[in-house]
Nanobody, 124 residues
Framework: QVQLVESGGGLVQTGGSLKLSCAASGRTFSGYAMGWFRQAPGKARDFVGRISRSGGSTYYADSAKGRFTISRDNAKNTLYLQMNNLKPEDTAVYYC?????????????????WGQGTQVTVSS
């Protein structure tokens, strides 16, 4: 199995940027497709984006397209989420997740491993 630890969250003003990291340990990181999800208070956990095992394929939720970029460094066992032009509605706890599939999916239940989450707060 793989263990995941997110970092990089914080408080930022509207229009600002943050880069989240997700450090993986345990089994070979490159053997997992990875996803980012977020959960605002009182709401369901929503898909943000996913990246394939090799990093060659990415897919984003409409809310993230054009503003967020997912990348991974398999040599460093680390997943990233670059978030630009942040909006108050991006405020949430952000989670990284690992899937045994090659490309991942938009469905949270298909990911078998999760980090503890990192809080992102965007002030207006």
């Amino acid at each position: 199995q793989v263990q995941l630890v997110e970092s990089g969250g914080g408080l930022v003003q509207t229009g600002g940027s943050l880069k989240l990291s997700c450090a993986a340990s345990g089994r070979t990181f490159s053997g997992y497709a990875m996803g980012w999800f977020r959960q605002a208070p009182g709401k369901a956990r929503d898909f943000v984006g996913r990246i394939s095992r090799s990093g060659g394929s990415t897919y984003y939720a409409d809310s993230a397209k054009g503003r967020f970029t997912i990348s991974r460094d398999n040599a460093k066992n680390t997943l990233y989420l670059q978030m630009n032009n942040l909006k108050p509605e991006d405020t949430a706890v952000y989670y990284c997740a690992a899937s045994n599939s090659a490309y991942g999916s938009t469905v949270a239940s298909t990911y078998g491993y999760w980090g503890q989450g990192t809080q992102v707060t965007v002030s207006s």
